[in-house]
């Protein structure tokens, strides 16, 4: 058991790596590397936080839920909350496209996201925050595309786990 265990356990810093190697492949050249950074650690973020937690804001299972929970819901709409209904947005309506689209009109929800960044950074106290807030809103589309990339690519790779041999003795 401890070998699959040692497979399978990934650490937080661990699969921020993963989803930035990810988006740098299907990314440009020259791509800002902060919003790289960004977008990889929403990308983690939610690759490691159940639709059942309690602890943080749970993982979405679609966008129904993000328009439940932040467009009519009680959710206090300050900063960090827009923040994150713009992550949800980015995360389902790019790395899910092909399992929201049939269901869900991505174009509304990436304008949805966008705003809700855009929203976010004029709450943000922090400047530089503020700034990145701010151009992650106005670069939605294009990132979100390359989230959608990442997922198809992702999804098309095939599954392959090696285990290596138990150690000697144990």
């Excluded at 973020?45 to 299972?61: G, L, M």
């Excluded at 932040?70 to 389902?92: H, K, M, R």
Aim: glycine content about 8%; proline content about 4%.
């Amino acid at each position: 058991m401890g070998a699959l265990r040692d497979l399978v356990a990934v650490d937080h810093r661990q699969t921020l790596e993963f989803f930035v190697t990810g988006l740098q492949d299907v990314s440009e050249t020259g791509v800002d590397r902060q919003q790289l950074l960004y977008h990889a650690s929403v990308l983690a973020h939610y690759a490691q936080v159940s639709t059942q937690s309690e602890s943080d804001w749970p993982a979405p299972a679609n966008l129904t839920a993000v328009f439940d929970q932040f467009l009519i819901g009680f959710a206090p709409l300050d900063g960090s909350t827009l923040e994150t209904a713009g992550a949800q947005c980015l995360v389902l309506s790019g790395f899910f496209e092909d399992q929201m689209s049939g269901r869900h009109n991505l174009r509304w929800y990436s304008e949805i996201g966008a705003m809700f960044f855009v929203r976010a950074a004029r709450a943000e106290r922090s400047i530089a925050k503020a700034r990145l807030l701010d151009t992650i809103g106005r670069t939605f589309e294009p990132w979100r595309r390359r989230h959608a990339r990442l997922g198809r690519e992702l999804r098309l790779q095939p599954y392959v786990l090696t285990l290596r041999p138990p150690a000697a003795g144990a």
